[in-house]
């Protein structure tokens, strides 16, 4: 099973519409896949299910139960000022002792709207992830200038498909 | 005016104490000092004050408000994951556009209970501080090994104590 | 004094000629300014002027005097493999202890060939800087598209000249 | 073949016996490997054989034929300036286009005299070695304190060698 998580809580994202249509291309090539969206976080996660409230709250824990049942991860990365957002890490933080993504292995797709296509988040997903002994796939396709290169279904710009899909077949065999 | 920043919404953390002894340390050379303290974030503004509802949450709007009046900010920087809590990149991205941060100044200390002292996260804070136009002052302590380092009341470590009034002389020039 | 560190040993490189024009845009702010070109390093200096060698080779000397002379540094940095030169690094590894860069001052502007503009390369050399007490001005250009952007003589992109004046204006401030 | 860089030039380096080191641990557990020390890189490489003069150094072209041979690296850092060596980076500025590190798979192990264990330098050569398609192992060994911990034969601190042993078994399966 591979999870895809749209690292946004922000409704209705494109974070979330670029997930489905990486979905898309997942079961084209036989993959069994599940979505995880950040926007299904409880409003108050970040007391009601962190520190000593951690495993508290059902709702983050049947969230942080798709990490488990996972064998991989793809994170889709919006750039939030030059890093990830704040509530994929609060997430994380919240995630259960020792860590869930310990012997994991994770991709990522970095999305903006401006040029730079969340290379720093990723870099920074990056220290996290393996700290904690996720193993993270070289390739980490940036998609830059989405709103030019999404068009709410699908990526329209052939360069960032080849990326996807080279993506997906470095996944499968990962 | 300097704001010091417990970047932290855990519950009387050892984070927001040492954030009280670094204010003694600023008023005992003459400067005026507040500490804002993520544990007073409102439950909810994951949601509540972020995207759509950027701007609408009072109380957040209430901590955000002290970001504006300094001119000097001084985040005291635990370490979550091998990066900054999720929580402090929430609250940066729940501010306005454009940032407040811009053309301030930033001093970070870093806080761990192991012996990273929580560089790698400081390192990623200086990414966000810099693209949002904040200049970071280069001398960041790292004061690991916390526990056996602060006694609740004060930093006992005689090396930490010289690395801190060294920071605290470079941000007043800085 | 404010040195420009052309920061490629690379002969004859579009680097040193972007560290050329900033150099008239410097004087034409009525700031002294001299240029560092890593061109002019000795040809076996990784053995000749580093560890037992360190201080040995004159030419080496020569450059690294130009440092301990500035007050201000503005490091043009090429994007070489998603980071920055081994061979600038390599200079930085040859220079004394303690560092000449502690208590400076510095700016970098990111020069690319391709979409990121170095990006990468200048969080990390702000890594560099920072460890050894350098303070690093918050805007760093991001030049991409290097060959579109740049005639030889003078950049012709309007946003990348606005972007160069105002970190001149904030480095001489800073 | 498995091969372990020794990422200085720096003559007869500590790095270069914790490599020999590691060799031993891997041929115990049957692996087949051999060592690439920089330190026989040519004195004149970084312009010998960088540039118009990329692959005219049949000195450097032996080494990075080792390269290319392998289907694993495992890559010992030291920390130099809170990064890694810069003739580390100038190597691989030196290695052909496009990169032999593509799609291969590598290790690092950390070492310093001080306390932090080459962390940052670690996550910066990921940033390397992400961008030009190499995986990398989440595992990353900090052996700080390096003169109190190796005897210039072997690893005398437990830990470390349960964090060594992990890593290699880790390695192996990756």
Same mark, same amino acid.
């Given at each position: 099973?591979?999870?895809?998580?749209?690292?946004?809580?922000?409704?209705?994202?494109?974070?979330?519409?670029?997930?489905?249509?990486? =979905?898309?291309?997942?079961?084209?090539? *036989?993959?069994?896949?599940?979505?995880?969206?950040?926007?299904? !976080?409880? $409003?108050? #996660?970040?007391?009601?299910?962190?520190?000593?409230?951690?495993?508290?709250?059902?709702?983050?824990?049947?969230?942080?139960?798709?990490?488990?049942?996972?064998?991989?991860?793809?994170?889709?990365?919006?750039?939030?000022?030059?890093?990830?957002?704040?509530?994929?890490?609060?997430?994380?933080?919240?995630?259960?002792?020792?860590?869930?993504?310990?012997?994991?292995?994770? =991709?990522?797709?970095?999305?903006?709207? *401006?040029?730079?296509?969340?290379?720093?988040?990723?870099?920074? !997903?990056? $220290?996290? #992830?393996?700290?904690?002994?996720?193993?993270?796939?070289?390739?980490?396709?940036?998609?830059?200038?989405?709103?030019?290169?999404?068009?709410?279904?699908?990526?329209?710009?052939?360069?960032?498909?080849?990326?996807?899909?080279?993506?997906?077949?470095?996944?499968?065999?990962?």
């Amino acid at each position: 099973m591979i999870t895809i998580i749209s690292s946004t809580n922000r409704p209705a994202s494109v974070t979330r519409a670029i997930a489905d249509y990486y =979905a898309t291309l997942l079961q084209e090539k *036989g993959q069994e896949c599940q979505i995880l969206d950040l926007a299904a !976080l409880p $409003d108050d #996660f970040t007391t009601s299910a962190l520190y000593d409230n951690s495993g508290k709250n059902e709702q983050f824990n049947k969230l942080s139960s798709m990490i488990k049942k996972s064998e991989k991860l793809v994170f889709m990365v919006p750039e939030y000022n030059n890093s990830y957002p704040g509530v994929l890490k609060a997430f994380i933080d919240g995630l259960d002792y020792p860590s869930p993504f310990k012997n994991k292995k994770a =991709a990522m797709v970095g999305i903006s709207s *401006g040029i730079q296509g969340s290379g720093m988040a990723m870099s920074h !997903l990056t $220290d996290v #992830f393996n700290y904690l002994g996720m193993h993270v796939l070289a390739q980490k396709p940036r998609l830059a200038l989405i709103s030019k290169n999404f068009d709410g279904l699908k990526i329209t710009n052939k360069l960032y498909q080849e990326l996807l899909d080279e993506q997906i077949e470095q996944l499968i065999a990962f």
